[in-house]
């Protein structure tokens, strides 16, 4: 069951309010969604941010370096070459394997095998 990450924090912040733990409202969510859905962790996190009073729900900047490669790149990379592997990829765009592998995980392309 696909669900908006924004519907998750609601549903943490209905049980912050409801003077729950995290640790409770995450097995709650087990019940309901998928493991994938959330985290233990990520419940934590929004649990110590609602006890210091912040109920945004928008995504904050996130730390590291931002990405260099454009997803369309590689999109129409694989349009041109679809047995293009993700080892081919990374050596193309001087990049590594794991971070054309993200990039596809993002774009939502569904792997086949190859010849």
């Not at 549903?11 to 409770?24: G, P």
């Not at 233990?40 to 110590?48: A, G, H, P, V, Y």
């Not at 609602?50 to 995504?59: A, K, L, P, V």
């Not at 590291?64 to 129409?76: A, E, F, T, Y």
Request: proline share 2%; with cysteine.
């Amino acid at each position: 069951m696909a669900t908006d990450k924004v519907h998750l924090h609601h549903c943490i912040l209905y049980k912050f309010q409801q003077e729950r733990n995290a640790a409770e409202a995450y097995r709650n969510f087990l019940k309901v969604f998928d493991k994938s859905t959330n985290s233990d962790r990520t419940s934590r996190r929004w649990f110590q941010t609602f006890q210091t009073g912040d109920i945004n729900f928008s995504d904050r900047s996130h730390s590291g370096c931002p990405s260099l490669i454009d997803n369309n790149i590689i999109k129409n990379m694989l349009k041109q070459d679809p047995f293009l592997t993700t080892s081919k990829i990374a050596e193309t765009l001087k990049s590594a394997q794991q971070t054309i592998s993200d990039h596809i995980r993002k774009i939502d392309l569904v792997w086949k095998y190859s010849r």
